[in-house]
């Protein structure tokens, strides 16, 4: 009989140990954090409801998402795809869903109650196994499925090659002379394993503490 490997989830107590062992082997890691300080571990709900706040997330600002989803939790306390299958495009358009959003919502919640995503089984999958499931769902792409497993899960080693926040940070963090493409990140990255889910966590702490490089651009 196999036995269940026993992977490591980054928490609280992980994470320090993960910021630990990543300002020992980036010099440039150790200087973000000396900068701007340690990042906060960013928790979601898992299941239906984490993802939908993924999909809520999608092209719209922090603030925007939140008054959201907060709209959406009261429409829909328990989260649940089959409650969400429920509520009808009036319903789900007075809490701010866009008609994409409520598309992708409802795709999700049916790939749900129908068996094609199963949470019980995610986590006995590898990352790039648990992605490949979660994005044949509408709507949910691979960066949506690396941020869901990322602060829902806990996996540690995951980075958002296309998450613009991310490559931002790297560049100046990095003193590169152009915006890495995801594919650059990716390698720049590596150094980072088995971390990479830390490592994201300081570059967007970091991207938040930067000067506004915009607005130094055209006073000048």
Known sequence: MATAVKRIVLDKKTLKKALRELSEIDPDI???????????LREVPTGYGGLMRSIVGQQVSVHAARSIWLRLEAAVPSMDPAAFLEQTDEQLRAVGLSGAKMKYGRSLATDIVEGRIDFRALDDLDDTAAIAMLTQAKGIGPWTAEIYLM?????????????????????????????PDAKRLLKI????????????????????????????????
Not at 30 to 40: K, V, Y
Not at 164 to 173: K, R, S
Request: zero cysteines; proline letters at 7%; glycine letters at 6%.
């Open 30 to 40: 150790a200087r973000a954090l000396a900068e701007a300080g340690a990042p906060e």
């Open 151 to 179: 602060f829902a899960h806990g996996r540690p080693d995951i980075m958002p090659g296309l998450d613009l926040g991310l490559v931002v940070a790297a560049q100046h963090l990095k003193k590169l002379r152009t915006r």
């Open 189 to 220: 990255a590596e150094a980072w394993r088995p971390w990479r889910s830390a490592a994201a966590l300081v570059l967007w702490h970091y991207r938040r503490n930067m000067p506004d490089w915009s607005a130094r651009e055209k006073k000048a």
